[in-house]
Structure formats: structure tokens, C-alpha cells
């Protein structure tokens, strides 16, 4: 049981970091703050659902035209301590996408692959 992991109802990873730029062009941390000023993610196992958080810089969003803060729910498919895998559908262009999130909670690394335009991958690691 990973010290109480899998009897939680709320799990939370803060402060994730996304690993998948490349880091010959820039340094991911310097990459990361320029696009957001928090990352997270909170797992109820209780119902099933994850919630991602994420809170753009200023600089980004408004040069974006985005809002400050980005919320995305996932639903859990699969919970067994340590794994979570969850996906989140979601309709642009009148077709439907998919995004799932592979989760494991020793690692605290996150996964997400959208089936967007040739299955983007973006691997985080959390805190």
C-alpha cells in the first residue's frame, strides 16, 4: 500500500514539470515558466475522476488569447495502486479526440497522449 496511496480518496501531484521538450533548444524549467506558473493534478478515486489544473503566465495567455486557467477533467479507467490511467474526450473541427493520461503515483510521472495529430506525447514529472 505505498504508505497510505491506495486508501486515499484525494491523491495530489503539484508542481509537474513537462520533460518532453527538447532540452538542446532551451532549458525545460525556463520552457516551462514561460508557458505556465502551476501544474497540477488531483486524483479522486472515490469518483473516479482526475482534474488538471494548469495556471498560464501572463505573457503566455494573453499573447495566446487564452484564459489564465486551464481545467481539464479526465475519468479513471483503471486504478490500481500505483497506476491510474484515465482519458478525456473531447470534440474540434466536428471530429472527437481522445487524450489519456497514464499516471504512476511511486514515479509521480504523468503521461498524456493525444491521438491530436499523429499521437502527441507530453511526459511530466510532479512533485
Not at 473516479?48 to 481545467?71: A, C, G, H, P, Y
Request: some cysteine.
Amino acid at each position: 500500500m505505498l504508505g497510505g496511496v491506495a486508501s486515499a480518496e484525494i491523491i495530489e501531484l503539484k508542481n509537474c514539470i513537462n520533460t518532453s521538450f527538447d532540452k538542446s533548444k532551451n532549458s525545460e524549467l525556463k520552457l516551462n515558466k514561460d508557458y505556465w506558473e502551476e501544474h497540477k493534478i488531483k486524483i479522486d478515486t472515490k469518483n473516479k475522476i482526475i482534474t488538471e489544473t494548469v495556471i498560464m503566465s501572463d505573457e503566455f495567455s494573453k499573447k495566446n488569447n487564452l484564459s489564465k486557467i486551464d481545467q481539464s477533467t479526465y475519468y479513471v479507467q483503471f486504478f490500481e495502486d500505483p497506476y491510474v490511467k484515465g482519458y478525456r474526450n473531447f470534440k474540434t473541427d466536428n471530429k472527437v479526440y481522445r487524450i489519456e493520461v497514464d499516471i504512476n503515483l511511486v514515479t509521480k510521472k504523468v503521461i498524456f497522449i493525444s491521438n491530436l495529430s499523429n499521437r502527441l506525447r507530453f511526459d511530466y514529472i510532479c512533485e
